[in-house]
């Protein structure tokens, strides 16, 4: 008898079986995922960044549902709009992320509202964007701006909070990015969102103990001020202005007016305007009984940068170079 055809039967069998378990597993993924909890007018959600953008949705979304929403803004104007769009079950506070004593602030007040009832949820979104670039455009300072709100930011509003989520058997929502996986651009904003996927990998193990589910978002590109392209292309343009002349002569005043151009063509292809579906995804993690460890909203994310971002190095380097403009003195 040949072996070697009967062990390709088994094969040929064996395959079939697990392909007829992934539509299985699926469904099962589904309806395990359906469940959510109750008493939604007893839970308190913090949600930071509510004054614009996935965290304003985010806050009228759940506000809608039931949930005790506690919105923070950056701005009086964000906190004012949000109130009158939003029952008076949700209730503003003031928060600069960057700033530990307004962090501790909003604590304190949290504190109080929530009681013995503990928060049920804080939601680590408010994020800043700029100053990005080129990396020998930037200095320290820079860095350390948009780290004090995209990293530190989340690591000291969630020991804020800590103790209120333990005792509700809560859960940590981090707004990362897919650009916490893969970095295709240079300056601070990858640097800071690889900081939230290890700050959030590191909770989530440290508190499993105590009952606590720790969630990581990992949007693609969408359409809010985060990936403006004004806003982007004033910030790289504000660079360009500050730089000595040496490094100007090194990369040349086509290098600037051609990454503009990129910039904005790159933006408008690939920003998707639909942000229900990371709303979607903050309020799964929030609200199911089985919620997701990682949340990949947006088919740029889905089907772009998380399969890239298990490719070789060397391949992902030589994509990302292909079209962009050299700098005067490249070799
Ligand atoms: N949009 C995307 O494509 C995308 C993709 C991946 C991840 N994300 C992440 O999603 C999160 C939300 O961003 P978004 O896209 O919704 O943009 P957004 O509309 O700009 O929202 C960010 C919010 O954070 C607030 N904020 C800025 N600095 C703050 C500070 N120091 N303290 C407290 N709040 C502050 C902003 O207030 P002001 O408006 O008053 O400045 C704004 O309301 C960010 O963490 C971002 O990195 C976005």
Avoid at 104 to 124: E, P, R
């Amino acid at each position: 008898m040949d072996i070697t055809k009967g062990v390709k039967i088994v094969d040929k069998k064996m395959l079939l079986y697990v392909l007829g378990l992934v539509p299985l597993w699926l469904v099962w993924r589904w309806y395990r995922e359906r469940e959510r909890v109750d008493n939604k007018g007893q839970k308190y959600v913090y949600i930071t960044g509510c004054d614009t953008g996935f965290g304003n949705l985010l806050a009228k979304h759940l506000d809608q549902l039931g949930f005790r929403v506690i919105a923070g803004c950056y701005t009086e104007k964000g906190e004012d709009e949000l109130k009158k769009s939003a029952s008076d079950k949700l209730t503003t506070v003031h928060l600069d992320v960057s700033d530990s004593a307004s962090v501790s602030k909003a604590a304190d007040y949290i504190k109080t509202l929530v009681g013995q009832k503990g928060l049920w949820a804080v939601v680590n979104n408010a994020g800043i964007s700029v100053p990005s670039g080129p990396t020998d455009w930037l200095t320290i300072d820079d860095y350390k701006l948009m780290l004090s709100v995209n990293l530190c930011g989340v690591i000291d509003v969630t020991l804020s909070v800590l103790p209120l989520i333990k005792m509700a058997r809560g859960r940590v929502v981090n707004v990362a990015s897919v650009f916490g996986r893969i970095t295709p651009f240079g300056g601070p904003y990858c640097v800071s969102k690889y900081g939230v996927e290890g700050f959030n990998d590191s909770l989530r193990l440290n508190m499993k103990p105590f009952g606590v589910k720790v969630a990581c978002i990992e949007p693609g590109f969408f359409k809010t001020h985060v990936t403006d392209v004004v806003v982007m292309e004033n910030g790289l343009k504000k660079l360009w202005d500050r730089l000595p002349q040496e490094v100007k002569d090194d990369y040349g005043q086509s290098f600037l007016e051609l990454s503009m151009v990129q910039l904005s063509q790159r933006f408008r292809l690939l920003t998707d305007g639909n942000l229900m579906k990371v709303v979607g995804c903050m309020e799964h993690a929030i609200s199911a009984v089985h919620p997701r460890l990682r949340y990949s909203p947006g088919w740029d994310a889905k089907f772009v940068w998380l399969p890239l971002s298990y490719m070789p190095t060397r391949f992902t380097d030589s994509l990302f170079l292909i079209g962009l403009p050299k700098p005067n003195c490249a070799v």
